[in-house]
């Protein structure tokens, strides 16, 4: 358990981060090692700074999962912006209510 935390650290704080969450959030922390140790894994193949990335988009999207994050840098999306928060609906005189499709 320490040895994982221990190399999420070097790859990261967002990573450190998810595979601690990873790792609380089963009932039991060994439920957790396979995901913790793929994701771990992927740094072979992408680089600590991708993977690290990849962690920070998946915390933002709730994702908790090695194939979340496999599928963040497959498909390119820790290299991108996180999306914009969306305007908020806006209400005046102009828009017809329900009532007007009845």
Not at 76 to 83: E, K, L, Q
């Amino acid at each position: 358990h320490e040895r994982i935390r221990s190399e999420a650290a070097k790859v990261g704080p967002d990573a450190d981060t998810l595979i601690d969450v990873i790792l609380r959030s089963r009932p039991h922390p060994e439920q957790g090692f396979r995901s913790a140790i793929g994701i771990l894994g992927l740094v072979k193949r992408y680089g600590q700074e991708r993977v690290d990335a990849a962690c920070a988009r998946a915390l933002l999207i709730n994702a908790r999962s090695y194939k979340s994050v496999a599928a963040i840098l497959k498909n390119g999306t820790d290299r991108t912006a996180p999306p914009a928060e969306e305007a908020p609906i806006l209400f005046h005189a102009n828009i017809r209510g329900r009532s007007y499709y009845n």
